[in-house]
């Protein structure tokens, strides 16, 4: 089946690939939108995928069946154009808030790594304040993945640890603050404040005497912070 998919023209692989890429169904509109396929080429180039049993249809549109999602390697797609897929459907899905959080996704590995982070951060958000806290969580931690920018890491890592911890994993998010706490160029406000956050993972865990040693650390920074009562 690789080799009928090897054979096929570029209109009927590029409709696999963006398939292949979004992980699940898609309507006609989407695609011919993702693609720039016209009507009579696009179902042309449909017409031959379903034939080789390439792509299927539901009432929500077309996929890729789970027995044909090979390594897109294999399937003689080079990285540049999986990477320029990934970023065509990441700015096409940004434009819908429903799909903030796909468009994310597609963002981060399409190169677009700013975007990705801060789309991330908005739908991580949104999630957040739904209660959707391990959706939140994994979206976080994705563009984490891709973060470069000292600033931007710790932001990131600092959410994913206060996410840990609203879920009952204090280990994973001692860690996190711990990571942050490691920059040498924190500010004395913000490591002021990771203090306090790690010093009550470890009360939580029972860790009495590294929490009042945590929490001294913390009264020796309140000298140096203009708002006190901020931090009390």
């Known amino acids: 089946m690789r080799e009928r998919l090897r054979a096929l023209d570029g209109n009927a692989r590029s409709i696999f690939l963006h398939l292949r890429l979004l992980e699940r169904p898609a309507d006609e509109a989407l695609l011919r939108k993702l693609t720039g396929l016209g009507p009579p080429p696009f179902q042309s ?3 031959r995928l379903e034939h080789a049993g390439l792509i299927k249809g539901n009432r929500n549109g077309r996929y890729v069946p789970p027995g044909v999602a090979w390594e897109l390697s294999d399937s003689g797609f080079d990285e540049d154009a999986v990477r320029e897929t990934h970023e065509t459907i990441g700015l096409c899905l940004l434009k ?3 799909r903030l959080r796909e468009a994310a996704h597609h963002l981060l590995h399409g190169g677009r790594a700013v975007d990705g982070i ?3 951060e908005r739908a991580g958000a949104k999630l957040r304040a739904a209660g959707r806290m391990e959706e939140a969580l994994s979206i976080y931690a994705e563009a984490l993945e891709h973060a470069t920018a000292p ?3 710790r932001r990131l890592l600092e959410k994913v640890g206060e996410l840990k911890e609203k879920s009952g994993k204090f280990d994973e998010a001692g860690k996190c603050y711990e990571r942050v706490l490691g920059f040498d160029d924190l500010a004395s406000t913000d490591r002021l404040r990771l203090f306090r956050k790690l ?3 470890q009360q939580r865990r029972g860790e009495n005497e590294a929490a009042r040693q945590t929490f001294e650390q913390a009264l020796q920074l309140l ?3 203009s708002d006190v009562e901020e931090h009390l």
């Open 45 to 47: 180039a449909r017409l």
């Open 96 to 98: 819908d808030p429903r």
């Open 151 to 153: 600033d931007v890491e």
């Open 223 to 225: 000298d140096g912070v």
């Open 199 to 201: 010093g009550g993972i």
């Open 118 to 120: 801060q789309a991330a």
